[in-house]
């Protein structure tokens, strides 16, 4: 698979190169500072899976950047980079297409999480914002126990931290040697406590909380 790069601060692209190639088998990274260049890669690319743009470099005039890489190549996700987190931003670079949303400040074990979850077909937002689907809004989740893995006990925060590494609940089973429907309790409890309703979300949050990163 190729993954296309884009942003014109090389030392971030350096820092960058070593997580994304952790994201699946056979990963290439294709390098770009500018968002032509980014283009021009994509098109040269014929086994092209990922596309990661920083929001603010050269060429990609803030959101119309992100239509347009959008519209080139729909049916690959685009994931963007910002250093600037808020909730404006974040609504409309997903509303124009992006299949995610990463804030550089995130680590890489964070960053190589959130990357799988797009991979996986999901949409990734900062977990102190979620995406109405109803709506199309984003807005801001309530503070308190969905923000704190203050209450979970140790079974479950080793679960909750293989679920953030793109686990399948059977296989969190087989690496902790329990019981599937064992594995599935847990979840419960731990989606309770964090005061979320699904994987996707719960992983969001551990990967806002930099859970064991």
Not at 140 to 169: F, Q, R, V
Not at 174 to 180: D, S
Not at 183 to 201: A, C, D, E, F, P
Request: some cysteine.
């Amino acid at each position: 698979m190729q993954v296309v790069l884009a942003d014109d601060h090389a030392m971030v692209r350096e820092a960058l190169l070593p997580f994304i190639r952790r994201v699946g088998d056979n990963v290439t990274v294709m390098e770009a500072d500018t968002f032509h260049d980014a283009i021009q890669l994509a098109q040269s690319a014929d086994d092209l899976g990922l596309i990661i743009l920083d929001l603010m470099m050269p060429g990609m005039n803030d959101i119309v950047g992100v239509r347009r890489m959008h519209e080139l190549y729909p049916d690959v996700p685009t994931v963007i980079l910002s250093g600037s987190v808020n909730t404006n931003t974040i609504m409309r670079t997903i509303k124009n297409g992006a299949a995610g949303f990463i804030p550089k400040t995130y680590g890489g074990q964070a960053l190589v999480s959130a990357l799988k979850l797009v991979l996986s077909g999901e949409r990734y937002i900062p977990s102190s914002m979620f995406l109405d689907e109803e709506t199309s809004q984003i807005t801001t989740a309530a503070s308190g126990p969905s923000l704190t893995t203050a209450d979970l006990n140790a079974h479950e925060c080793e679960t909750l931290e293989l679920l953030k590494d793109g686990n399948t609940n059977k296989e969190i089973a087989r690496m902790l040697g329990v019981q599937e429907v064992t594995v599935k309790k847990r979840l419960g409890r731990i989606y309770r406590k964090l005061g979320v309703s699904n994987r996707t979300q719960a992983t969001r949050i551990a990967l806002e909380l930099g859970l064991n990163e």
